[in-house]
């Protein structure tokens, strides 16, 4: 008799892509009771028009590798001792991200750096092997949520995390042409 693990309980990946009219940002989550930018993974950003489809596959790559699910590892729910010093890393690692962007291309506040954006969500489950899924999203004010079930179709890529840094780049490429943006 196997017993089924709930999909919540597989160790996961999570990385995002961030595409705006002046830059491209990769960036590195971690979960623990909800996804954080992480605190230790591989988070990035570049001039959009430096930003190769090569760049993005390699650094997107770097990002999944890197990224943690400490879920599965802690106790449910967890400890304010655990998860208050975390959580205050990970802000100030969020924090001091943007403010880079902000101020190595001259927006007037972090605010303006993380709006008028496209974004895909991309996750690596464990048990998919090299199958990772991108997902195109729709814009929402400064953020981005995922589609109605009804509205999935031709948002939703597999790539092998296997493929070239080319290749993997060019599906998170198409991912991110399928996505409304929030500047639209």
């Known amino acids: 008799m196997s017993t089924v693990i709930p999909s919540w309980q597989i160790p996961t990946r999570y990385a995002q892509v961030i595409r705006t009219k002046k830059y491209v940002a990769v960036i590195c989550l971690e979960t623990w009771g ?11 950003f570049i ?3 430096q930003a190769t489809t090569d760049w993005i596959g390699a650094n997107l790559k770097e990002a999944l590798y890197s990224s943690e699910d400490f879920g599965a590892h802690l106790p449910t729910p967890i400890p304010k001792d655990l998860s208050r010093p975390a959580k205050d890393e990970s802000n100030r690692k969020s924090h001091e991200f ?4 902000q101020q190595e291309l001259g927006f007037k506040d972090i605010l303006t750096a993380m709006s008028k954006s496209a974004g895909i969500y991309i996750d690596w489950p464990e048990d998919q092997g090299d199958q990772v899924r991108i997902v195109a999203t729709r814009g929402r004010g400064g953020g981005f949520s995922a589609w109605g079930t009804n509205e999935n179709f031709g948002k939703v890529f597999h790539a092998s995390i296997n493929l070239s840094d080319l290749e993997f780049g060019e599906v998170a490429v198409q991912a991110l042409d399928r996505c409304q943006p929030n500047y639209a």
């Open 34 to 44: 909800g996804m954080h930018f992480s605190r230790s993974g591989w988070s990035t």
């Open 98 to 101: 943007w403010l880079r962007i």
């Open 47 to 49: 001039p959009r028009k």
